[in-house]
C-alpha cells in the first residue's frame, strides 16, 4: 500500500487534523482480495489526537464500476458512506470492530484497510443501470422469458387454481 494511506501521527500535537485521501484504481490494485477493480473516490479523514487514543472520523464518496445485475453489463455505481473508529493507545484486544488498538510505540495508522471496509459496506446491494441504459438486447432476451413464464404460469394445472378459491 502506498504512503498515502499511512498517516503518522507521532509528530502531531494533541487537537483535530483533516486529511483527503484520493481512491483511485492503484488503491485497489494493491488489495489482492478486493471484489473491485475499478474506481473513483474521495475520501475525508478528520483525525483527533487525545492523550491515549485517535478518533477517526472517515466520509467517502464516489463511484466504482460494478456489474449491473438486471443486463450483466458494467457500470459506474455511486458509493457514499461513513464510519468512526477508535485507534487507543494499548496491547490487550478488544472485540469491538471500531475499536483498534495500536502499541504505545506505533509511530503510524495504516487506514486503507478501514477505507477498503467501508466502501464495501456503503456499495449499493442491487446495482442497476438507469431506466433506459440497459443492454437492449439483454432487456428484451429478459422481457421475453418473463412473458413466457407468465403464459406458463397462466396455462397450470387447473386443480392447483381450485385449491386457490378455498380462503
Same mark, same amino acid.
Given at each position: ?18 486529511? %483527503? ?70 496491547? %490487550? ?37 438507469? %431506466? ?36
Amino acid at each position: 500500500m502506498t504512503n498515502a494511506f499511512k498517516i503518522p501521527f507521532v509528530g502531531l500535537k494533541l487537537g483535530k487534523y483533516e486529511f %483527503e485521501l484520493d481512491v483511485d484504481n492503484a488503491f485497489f490494485e494493491t488489495l489482492s482480495y478486493s471484489l473491485i477493480e475499478k474506481g473513483d473516490l474521495k475520501v475525508w479523514l478528520d483525525l483527533e489526537k487525545k492523550e491515549t487514543m485517535l478518533l477517526a472520523s472517515f466520509y467517502v464518496e464516489g463511484t466504482v464500476e460494478m456489474v449491473c445485475s438486471r443486463c450483466n453489463e458494467t457500470m459506474d455505481a455511486d458509493v457514499e458512506g461513513e464510519l468512526e473508529i477508535i485507534y487507543k493507545f494499548g496491547h %490487550e484486544p478488544y472485540d469491538d470492530e471500531n475499536l483498534i488498538v495500536i502499541s504505545p510505540d506505533s509511530f503510524e495508522i495504516d487506514v486503507s484497510q478501514p477505507i477498503y471496509e467501508l466502501i464495501t459496506v456503503s456499495l449499493p446491494l442491487r446495482p442497476v443501470h438507469e %431506466e433506459g441504459k440497459c443492454d437492449e438486447e439483454m432487456v428484451k432476451l429478459i422481457e421475453k422469458f418473463q412473458s413466457k413464464e407468465k403464459k406458463d404460469n397462466n396455462d397450470s394445472d387447473p386443480r392447483w387454481s381450485a385449491l386457490k378459491n378455498l380462503n
